[in-house]
């Protein structure tokens, strides 16, 4: 399954070309991007070296791998939510910043291979992609995410996504919308794993304080993006302010995930 979230099943010798830069060759390619099509041609390029994919260090291009956080951060995914079955720890499981909605999507899958049929997965996320700075947060004040046209992918192409692996039921509930507006609301009761990829401060700390309280003892709270400076700093301020003393392990160049004890 992890292998085919993320292509690494199959060869993929070349990708769509999406994202140049500069104003003036983006254009010009949009241009002939354009012509070609109507030959049914398009511009490709090469695909990175597997490593990348593997450690998380590609964004795949539509419409392919449903995930780019690699094996690693997948391996730790499917060791916590195997623990809390295992262990029978209480609640839900939850991402909060899906994309193409790979890591939620393995998640079901976990369920569906243990045969729980109690327990929600929670797919969080704007699907517009990242919110633009709103200048309450100085962590927050020159992030530039909010400008990648690639991390807005629709609800319908998620939810398309989880079909495709014959895992859209009754157990996956969608919450749409900024997180500001979604997660404090939400009708989560507990949960068991939680995992925050919102790659800003404010994303990252809006998740924190409306989620934390409902993990569990026993459960897991995993970050996707404690190498970008604003949510490790995110993380850090919300572990002081709140006296979560549990040490933080890593999982990759990026991830990292704590169990909580109290």
């Not at 993320?6 to 949009?30: C, G, Q």
């Not at 004040?141 to 992918?153: F, G, K, M, Q, R």
């Not at 979604?182 to 507990?190: D, G, N, R, V, Y």
């Not at 993990?215 to 995993?222: F, N």
Request: negative net charge; contains cysteine; proline residues 6%.
């Amino acid at each position: 399954m992890k292998k085919c979230l993320t292509r690494l099943a199959f060869d993929e010798p070349y990708k769509p070309l999406r994202r140049i830069v500069k104003p003036w060759k983006a254009r010009l390619v949009r241009e002939l991007q354009q012509r070609l099509a109507k030959q049914q041609l398009e511009i490709v390029s090469q695909v990175p070296h597997r490593r990348a994919r593997e450690t998380g260090l590609d964004w795949p291009p539509p419409p392919t791998a449903e995930t780019m956080i690699g094996l690693a951060r997948l391996d730790n995914v499917h060791h916590c939510v195997c623990d809390v079955l295992e262990r029978g720890v209480p609640g839900d499981l939850i991402e909060t910043g899906v994309w193409r909605g790979g890591t939620t999507i393995f998640m079901r899958a976990i369920l569906a291979a243990y045969g729980d049929t109690s327990r929600l997965v929670w797919v969080a996320d704007s699907f517009q992609g990242l919110p633009k700075p709103s200048g309450k947060y100085k962590a927050d004040i020159d992030d530039d995410h909010w400008t990648y046209e690639e991390l807005a992918v629709s609800a319908e192409e998620v939810r398309r996504n989880f079909e495709r692996y014959g895992l859209l039921d009754d157990q996956v509930r969608f919450l749409e919308g900024w997180f500001q507006d979604t997660l404090s609301s939400a009708p989560i009761e507990e949960l068991a794993v939680a995992r925050l990829d919102g790659d800003m401060f404010e994303s990252t700390i809006v998740a924190l304080e409306a989620l934390y309280p409902k993990l569990s003892v026993g459960g897991y709270l995993i970050v996707d993006d404690y190498a970008l400076p604003g949510c490790r700093r995110a993380v850090d301020e919300f572990r002081r302010e709140h006296a979560v003393s549990e040490p933080i392990q890593e999982i990759d160049w990026t991830g990292a995930f704590w169990q909580r004890q109290s």
